[in-house]
T-cell receptor
Framework: KAGVTQTPRYLIKTRGQQVTLSCSPI?????VSWYQQTPGQGLQFLFE???????NKGNFPGRFSGRQFSNSRSEMNVSTLELGDSALYLC????????????FGPGTRLTVT | TQLLEQSPQFLSIQEGENLTVYCNSSSVFSSLQWYRQEPGEGPVLLVTVVTGGEVKKLKRLTFQFGDARKDSSLHITAAQPGDTGLYLCAGAGPLGDYKLSFGAGTTVTVRA
């Protein structure tokens, strides 16, 4: 089975711009979670989608949003970028079962200048 | 504040030595997972422990889940340079809570 893929791998944006990141889960996985990873805060949960519905949300401002399509692919969007949004954004897919194992993609490295 | 506290934060040892990484919390988890992450890549799942008191062994790695399902440890025997990486523990919450809570991680460096 192909693993989780994320595009793009690297991105440089300017403050105030917006960005959209994409994630394709492992075939058959219907749950997709997004995380932000920074050296200071570690891995922080953004949100989780299942069957095109946001099932869980972390403590991030409304500038961070996401969606999931009928084929389980997911996108996350960050509007009005700030310098502090520079991070590795990770997507993980899993079977939609309580506490099921998550399989991560390689991440998108976002740099905001 | 991290729900899961990992210690130590950094660990540097010589090849062949043993090491233990700890993951502690005041919360009870339905399951706990360990991941290893290498620079520029996403975390890779190593193991999931579910039952309090459970011990799992994967070659030179031994994982324990505390009896109360609040803490866990990862022990590596005869560490090798290939074991170098960021080790993360993650806990699954109560029924209906589908997110994982991650510890801050332990950076392990094994010197040849």
């Amino acid at each position: 089975k192909a693993g989780v893929t994320q595009t793009p791998r690297y991105l440089i944006k300017t403050r105030g711009q917006q960005v959209t990141l994409s994630c394709s889960p492992i075939s058959g996985h219907r749950s997709v979670s997004w995380y932000q990873q920074t050296p200071g805060q570690g891995l922080q949960f953004l949100f989780e989608y299942f069957s095109e519905t946001q099932r869980n949300k972390g403590n991030f401002p409304g500038r961070f949003s996401g969606r999931q399509f009928s084929n389980s692919r997911s996108e996350m969007n960050v509007s009005t970028l700030e310098l502090g949004d520079s991070a590795l954004y990770l997507c993980a897919s899993s079977a939609p079962i309580q506490g099921s194992e998550q399989y991560f993609g390689p991440g998108t490295r976002l740099t905001v200048t | 504040t991290q729900l899961l506290e990992q210690s130590p934060q950094f660990l540097s040892i010589q090849e062949g030595e043993n090491l233990t990484v700890y993951c502690n919390s005041s919360s009870v988890f339905s399951s706990l997972q360990w991941y290893r992450q290498e620079p520029g890549e996403g975390p890779v799942l190593l193991v999931t422990v579910v039952t309090g008191g459970e011990v799992k062994k994967l070659k030179r790695l031994t994982f324990q889940f505390g009896d109360a399902r609040k803490d866990s440890s990862l022990h590596i025997t005869a560490a090798q340079p290939g074991d170098t990486g960021l080790y993360l523990c993650a806990g699954a919450g109560p029924l209906g809570d589908y997110k994982l809570s991650f510890g801050a991680g332990t950076t392990v460096t094994v010197r040849a």
